[in-house]
């Protein structure tokens, strides 16, 4: 069974920086392919992708309103995951939520978020 556990969100100025942490179980990062993910979900909007990489490849995608601010990494010896979060801005407010998906399935699972404010 995989279980995702998040951490490292919080209260940050604008202009200010955050670094979010998944530790992932129930499957080796350095054995599968697995596409990992963060979500993050503001008050009264849809789920958003904010970025994704691969266990075994380590390509990345962002959505534009994280590229060139957001680095999304993994730790295959730790089976963590990573989010590190730059410039931030009060618009990038929201539960930020990391997700695991065997590289061949539909099937998603996900933690239960951490929440990250951006605001003075």
């Known amino acids: 069974q995989v279980q995702l556990v998040e951490s490292g969100g919080g209260l940050v100025l604008p202009g200010g920086s955050l670094r979010l942490s998944c530790a992932v179980s129930?499957?080796?990062?350095?054995?599968?392919?697995?596409?990992m993910s963060w979500y993050r979900q503001a008050p009264g909007k849809e789920r958003e992708l904010v970025a994704s990489?691969?266990?075994?490849?380590?390509?990345?995608n962002y959505a534009d309103s994280a590229k060139g601010r957001f680095t999304i990494t993994t730790d295959n010896v730790k089976n963590l995951m990573y989010l590190q979060m730059n410039s931030l801005r009060p618009d990038d407010t929201a539960v930020y939520y990391c997700?695991?998906?065997?590289?061949?399935?539909?099937?998603?699972?996900r933690g239960q978020g951490t929440q990250v404010t951006v605001s003075t």
């Open positions: 129930g499957f080796d990062f350095s054995r599968e392919n697995y596409v």
């Open positions: 997700a695991a998906r065997w590289r061949f399935s539909p099937k998603e699972d």
């Open positions: 990489t691969t266990t075994r490849y380590g390509n990345t």
